[in-house]
């Protein structure tokens, strides 16, 4: 079943602003993951965050996680045209071995030059 | 230096044909998986194979049948290919590091299957 649910569904932002998705889940995670797939490409990790983390930072990535709220939260700052692109969040179900990922529907980004 | 890479990029076929989607990586992981992307972008796990094991099978048909000659390759092969089955097949490797730890995951580039 579906594990996560970005929003918003579609984003569209000037570039040099900061663009903001969220992500929220329904089940105990043992990490969350942010991807980023550009038109027609495989996903690229970006960003990996445990359930233990609140915060973590990739230069201009900022990833917040809130279990209790099962919800996460990726920022970009100073976005880019090159940034267009749909963006994933992905869970990891605890439980050990390996896992596949749960993925949400995504937000396609689109900046504007 | 492709670390993930899938053959072919695109596959159009008829219904009722089988066919095969092979998948290699260099990166020295020891679990590779099998994603479906449909229409809407919908991404859902397959399979995944550690050491030649089946860990995980999703309520996939059992018309598709993934096959692991070695560590470095997981290669998905579909019987019976059905209108639904059109989609974007991705394959992924990670490296295992524990039993509650699960890595980032690097994905090939894709494979568009167009069934008619």
């Known amino acids: 079943s579906q594990q996560g649910e970005e929003d918003p569904q579609a984003l569209s932002i000037q570039e040099g602003e900061n663009a903001t998705m969220n992500c929220s889940y329904k089940?105990?995670?043992?990490?969350l993951q942010w991807y980023r797939q550009n038109s027609g490409r495989g996903l690229v990790h970006l960003i990996l965050i445990r359930s233990n983390e609140r915060e973590k930072h990739s230069g201009r990535l900022r990833v917040t996680l809130d279990t209790s709220k099962k919800s996460s939260s990726l920022l970009i700052t100073a976005s880019r045209a090159a940034d267009t692109a749909s963006y994933f969040c992905?869970?990891?179900?605890?439980?050990?071995?390996?896992?596949?990922?749960?993925f949400g529907k995504g937000t396609h980004l689109i900046i504007q030059p | 230096d492709t670390a993930v890479s899938q053959t072919p990029k695109y596959l159009v076929t008829q219904m009722g044909n089988d066919k095969s989607i092979k998948c290699e990586q260099n990166?020295?992981?020891?679990?590779m998986y099998w994603y479906k992307q449909d229409s809407k972008k919908f991404l859902k796990i397959m399979f995944s194979?550690?050491?030649?094991?089946?860990?995980i099978n999703e309520t996939v048909p059992n018309r598709f049948s993934p096959k692991s000659p070695d560590k470095a390759h997981l290669n998905l092969h579909i019987n019976s290919l059905e209108l639904g089955d059109s989609a974007v097949y991705f394959c992924?490797?990670?490296?295992?590091?524990?039993?509650?730890?699960?890595?980032?995951?690097?994905f090939g580039p894709g494979t568009r299957l167009t069934v008619t």
């Open positions: 089940t105990s995670i043992n990490n």
């Open positions: 990166l020295g992981h020891d679990t």
């Open positions: 194979y550690n050491n030649k094991e089946l860990i």
């Open positions: 992905a869970t990891s179900r605890s439980g050990g071995g390996a896992d596949g990922l749960t």
């Open positions: 992924a490797s990670s490296r295992l590091s524990g039993r509650m730890t699960s890595y980032e995951q690097y």
